[in-house]
């Protein structure tokens, strides 16, 4: 006990992270493999247990088996809390059971919490975790409470109707892509209600808990003699997270007009386009088969699911803040600034260094991830890149090629969702062990570029 405590006291906060999320997927292959979780009859194998609970555990959706005809109720609760530990996090709910048990929150577990929520102070972190919680559970009984009663009209009992309600508005909410229905939200692609609500909840769980909170502390900000002042953070965030959407929405508009929204009407066209914009920020649920989508939609959805979420929220990618500062930065270059400015703010030269080395660690693992998968799989390279980036991006789409991977297919997709949801950061950093910078140099000398 002795020996593994100064093992543990030897790690760096990313790799104790990435210790915890391993622990919660033996956790959660423990819990999807009792009988109780089951339907009668049902057998699965255990790569399949792995992948399920690892796509949980990643909230993407990603899927081998079918939930509704895999899980029993009992095994839709269990999924349900095994999603809340991957969407609102770790460190998020470690923090409440620490309070409960009233263990002291002190430097090192403050540490794991920033590294979690990629928190750049160790500053409030309590209360960020106590009000991430609050806000994300107030959400969800909010979504089930509507979903629930509208699904009154579909479903013949209120017991199945609310337990319909309460798994799509958890698995929105934490952008997780699992479903119920056994057809996503396919039976819903002409209820528009239905489709609103979702995206209502798939934006507030990926636009970013500051941004979040930044909100509700504008709504109930009691000085009104103050102007309330958002971070840079949540304005650019938010202008990048809702451009994006946008711009998803218009172009799949475009690229589609004459082939698959050809003999739809313009409301039809606009619900597709919107909702499947909106997904692709890390949703993963669909009211649509979109391997009906021409090839040049796929592969801006690729680009879209590659983007992801924003930081500190439920989901991956690698992120909107990350995409934002690489196009700040090439505006920047291209014009000969030697420095980042933006609403009356200089971007930290850190900051405009990870998003690059992000971007290119994120491009070269799905590039390798492709040419295994092409390798190994007998699917277009279309398909294959498709499933990647949103196995990557933790989004949860895919072309129906999910349950026909091979075994190493299937174990490449599960290191894609891990390392997504972990962060590509916390992957890198995983060999960090906090030494200091050297304090000496060498001459420095240029070289070509371009």
């Not at 909100?215 to 102007?227: A, E």
């Not at 929405?249 to 619900?271: C, G, M, P, Q, R």
């Not at 998003?355 to 190994?376: E, K």
């Not at 949860?396 to 894609?416: A, C, Q, R």
Request: charged content about 15%.
């Amino acid at each position: 006990m002795y020996l593994l405590k100064k093992k543990i006291n030897t790690l760096s906060p990313a790799q104790l992270i990435v210790s915890f999320y391993l622990l919660a997927v033996i956790i959660s292959v423990s819990l999807l493999s009792l009988p109780i979780a089951l339907k009668p009859g049902v057998n699965w194998s255990f790569i399949d247990v792995i992948f399920t609970a690892v796509s949980a555990i990643s909230v993407t959706g990603l899927g081998v088996v079918s939930t509704a005809d895999t899980f029993s109720t009992a095994g839709i609760f269990i999924l349900m809390f095994i999603l809340q530990f991957g969407g609102i996090g770790i460190m998020t709910l470690g923090t409440f059971f620490w309070l409960l048990i009233g263990k002291k929150i002190g430097l090192k577990e403050r540490r794991l919490i920033m590294t979690d929520q990629n928190q750049s102070n160790l500053s409030g972190l309590v209360s960020l975790m106590k009000q991430i919680l609050l806000i994300i559970i107030i959400i969800e009984l909010i979504g089930a409470a509507v979903l629930g009663t509208y699904f009154m009209k579909y479903y013949s009992t209120w017991q199945e109707a609310y337990l319909q309600g309460l798994f799509a508005s958890v698995s929105a909410t934490t952008n997780a892509g699992f479903d119920i229905t056994g057809a996503s939200l396919i039976p819903f692609a002409n209820d528009y209600f239905v489709q609103f609500i979702n995206i209502i909840l798939l934006t507030l769980g990926a636009i970013g808990f500051p941004v979040l909170i930044e909100v509700k502390d504008f709504i109930f900000n009691k000085d009104k003699s103050m102007k309330y002042r958002f971070s840079l953070y949540t304005k650019l965030t938010t202008i990048t997270f809702f451009g994006l959407m946008i711009f998803g929405t218009v172009a799949i508009l475009l690229l589609e007009w004459n082939y698959f929204f050809s003999d739809k009407t313009w409301h039809e066209s606009f619900f597709y386009a919107f909702f499947q914009s909106s997904t692709t920020r890390n949703g993963g649920l669909a009211t649509m088969d979109v391997s009906l989508f021409s090839e040049p939609t796929l592969l801006l959805i690729c680009f879209l699911m590659f983007i992801g979420a924003s930081p500190s929220s439920v989901g991956g990618g690698v992120r909107t803040t990350t995409f934002a500062l690489n196009l700040l930065f090439l505006y920047s270059f291209a014009r000969g600034y030697k420095s980042i400015k933006i609403f009356k703010r200089e971007l930290h030269p850190d900051d405009v260094l990870r998003s690059l080395a992000v971007t290119m660690m994120a491009g070269l693992l799905c590039f390798i991830s492709v040419i295994i998968l092409r390798f190994t799989e007998p699917f277009s390279t279309v398909e294959i890149l498709f499933e990647v980036t949103s196995a990557f991006g933790t989004t949860g789409l895919s072309m129906g090629i999910t349950p026909e991977l091979s075994s190493i297919g299937k174990v490449i997709i599960i290191l894609l969702m891990f390392i997504g949801r972990i962060g590509i950061l916390s992957f890198i950093f995983l060999i960090n062990r906090e030494t200091d910078e050297v304090k000496y140099h060498y001459p420095k000398e240029r070289i070509i570029i371009g």
